[in-house]
């Protein structure tokens, strides 16, 4: 089994969860398989002869970073979908998990989001360029099946996702992590005031991404009845606030949130519709304080330590 984009969150906890001994597992770094290169996927493709591939390779971040860097997000993430998914293919690599993204639904779709709703409508400005590669993955699998259905190339939809391995830099991170770091370094401080952008109740989704590896191996389990393409999430969310709220508990921040509408906050709701989920018989584990536990535990162990 390929997972490709080892060295990140969702990568590395797909091959160090559990079950994953039941398989041998290529975890190439980027110097032995750039997808950038299709000449490179190929050769590794041919050398290394996976079964099945697990694509979580792709350049990611938070609204700042996909401002910033509109034309790497898209053509990055274009052009790694396209030459691992069709290097796979040429290959006869017959199972495929193409790992994509919420930020795919139309910025105006009524939640719960449900997978029928790609390409139904405007795309988030904010990070359209991530979306438009991640819908160009997607079609492509679904393309592939209908010419030859022999191939089982299938995408999975997660919801935002924070755990071991996240990035804590804010130019860098995702909101969750970006928090946890905001947070401690306000209490540490102390700080006695701490900004939220916009009014903080646009509502998201974060799912534990060990949670995420643990679906990746019941879907491999259970391959042949997995939907084409399956959003894997909570199929509850909370507001910016109430995470706010719930870090500064587990830290122990005691100080004051002040809110700034004039910046930025993308989507006023993400939340995934998880009837098929529900339906493939899979369900999350991990609740949001037990994982806000962990993952600030494991910042003050891992990153900070590493300092």
């Known amino acids: 089994m390929l997972i490709t984009g080892s060295s990140g969150m969702v990568g590395r906890n797909i091959a160090e969860y559990n079950k994953s001994k039941k398989y041998k597992i290529l975890t190439p770094s ?13 050769e590794y493709l041919q ?3 996976p079964d ?5 390779a792709g350049i990611v971040g938070g609204i700042q970073a996909n401002i910033a860097n509109p034309v790497k997000f898209l053509v990055e993430n274009t052009q790694m979908g396209l030459n691992i998914i069709m290097g796979a293919k040429e290959r006869g690599i017959k199972k495929f998990i193409n790992l994509s993204s919420s930020c795919m639904y139309p910025r105006e779709a009524i939640n719960p989001l449900g997978e029928e709703l790609i390409l139904k409508g405007e795309l988030e400005p904010t990070n359209e360029g991530y979306a438009l590669a991640k819908i160009t993955s997607t079609r492509l699998c679904e393309y592939i099946n209908r010419e030859d259905n022999s191939y089982a190339y299938k995408t999975v939809i ?4 924070y755990g071991k391995y996240d990035k804590f830099e804010p130019k860098h991170s995702h909101m969750l992590p970006a928090v946890i770091k905001k947070i401690h370094d306000a209490k540490e401080s102390s700080q006695q005031s701490i900004d939220i952008w916009g009014d903080g109740e646009a509502r998201r989704e974060f799912m534990y991404a060990e949670d995420l590896a643990d679906f990746i191996y019941y879907a491999l389990e259970n391959f042949e009845n997995m939907p ?3 959003n894997v999430g909570l199929g509850h969310d909370y507001t ?5 709220k ?4 587990e830290i122990g921040y005691k100080g004051e949130f002040i809110h700034d509408l004039t910046k930025p906050v993308g989507m006023k709701q993400k939340r995934i519709d998880d009837t098929k989920l529900k339906e493939f018989g899979w369900r999350y584990k991990t609740s949001l304080k037990d994982g806000i536990e962990k993952i ?11 300092k």
């Open 228 to 230: 084409q393409n399956i």
């Open 158 to 161: 997660p919801c935002n996702l």
């Open 246 to 249: 719930a870090i500064a508990e």
């Open 47 to 49: 050398k290394n002869k």
């Open 240 to 244: 910016i606030n109430e995470y706010y």
């Open 52 to 56: 099945i591939v697990i694509h979580c």
């Open 30 to 42: 980027s110097n032995e398989l750039n997808l950038l290169d299709k000449l490179s996927v190929d």
């Open 296 to 306: 600030y535990n494991y910042y003050l162990q891992e990153v900070l330590n590493d």
